[in-house]
């Protein structure tokens, strides 16, 4: 097992009485609840309304629930290649949510360490749990408790643009990579399509909300709506034009039509919220990202990828040296 560190002094941790872990030198504690470590000195706003989030659509995006392989397909074009690739590699996944990503990592990789700010690590246990090789802990992106040069794999999926820097992020994420190892993340790509809509009009409102009263305006605005967008979901002009009028959270691609009326409804309630009830909504050129990774040392560019059907932005993968 990897050692954990206090990630403020960079000590060992040392684990007592099975409900603490204390750093070495300066008797720092941190509670273990749940069986889960909490290396974590303060609540972290901006992550606070995603454990809410989770709560709330625990299974919504898990392949095993919907019985599709949209997320299985998203990550393995991330990782350019089969998931069975990390069989015999040891997995860091940051922002984990309630695990849609980690029971397809944790199935291959030799040992997966999947991290969350928020209490959506709690329910990502209990939806992963079952695997023996999987690590939970509650620590914060921009203070991960291992040591850098650690892992073959960092994983960082639908996270970065709801941090306040993007650059302290992807730099943080990458000490953690060993050499020869990889970093894939995404971030929303700037477009100027984007401010052509409703969407900022109405999340300027409800991202200031209490969450159970932002989840419950999202309900039903996906209540009144998604029944106009079910008539239309196999045009995609129609769709851009209903996105653009009514701040549904789709995707206007085909990825999503084999979903059936309850299990895409489902789908837009959380991505509705997640459109509109964000704290931090950070968008990036492509441009302005690559000169993010030419200022970070030994990184070597193995994809970048336009927003594309299915993804969520700039995509990229990137290999240490």
């Keep these: 097992m990897i050692p954990y560190i206090n990630p403020k002094s960079r000590n060992l941790l ?5 409900n603490f872990l204390i750093d070495i030198l300066t008797s720092e504690k941190f509670i273990i609840k749940n069986n889960i470590p909490r290396i974590i000195s303060s609540d972290v706003n901006y992550a606070k309304m995603w ?6 659509f625990q299974l919504t995006q898990f392949d095993s629930y919907t019985k599709k392989t949209l997320s299985k397909d998203r990550l393995e074009f991330m990782l350019g290649d ?4 990390l069989k015999e590699k040891k997995v860091l996944e940051v922002g984990s949510g309630a695990g849609r990503f980690t029971e397809l990592l944790a199935d291959s990789a030799q040992e997966l360490y999947t991290l969350d700010a928020s209490e959506a690590i709690d329910y990502n246990k209990k939806n992963n749990s079952k695997f023996s090789n999987t690590h939970f802990i509650q620590a914060d992106l921009f203070n991960i408790p291992f040591e850098d040069n650690t892992f073959d794999y960092v994983i960082c999926i639908g996270v970065i643009q709801h941090t306040p820097d993007t650059l302290n992020a992807i730099s943080n994420l990458w000490r953690k990579v060993k050499p020869g190892g990889t970093l894939i993340f995404d971030h929303y790509q700037f477009t100027y399509r ?8 109405f999340r300027f409102f409800i991202k200031r909300m209490e969450n159970k009263k932002s989840i419950e305006i999202c309900k039903r605005l996906v209540d009144l709506f998604f029944p106009l967008y079910w008539l239309i979901r196999g045009n995609t002009t129609l769709k851009r034009i209903f996105k653009k009028i009514i701040p549904l959270g789709i995707d206007t691609s085909s990825t999503r039509n084999s979903l059936d009326y309850d299990v895409l409804k489902e789908w837009t309630y959380l991505d509705t919220h997640d459109a509109l009830a964000d704290p931090i909504k950070n968008l990036i050129s492509k441009k302005k990202m690559l000169e993010i990774l030419n ?16 993804g969520n932005g700039i995509e990229v993968r990137a290999k240490k040296n």
């Design 194 to 201: 984007y401010y052509f809509g409703t969407t900022e009009l």
């Design 51 to 56: 454990g809410e989030q989770w709560g709330k």
């Design 82 to 85: 089969k998931i069975s690739i």
């Design 14 to 18: 040392k684990k007592i009485n099975g």
């Design 295 to 310: 200022k970070i040392d030994s990184l070597k560019i193995e994809l970048i990828s336009d927003m594309r059907p299915g």
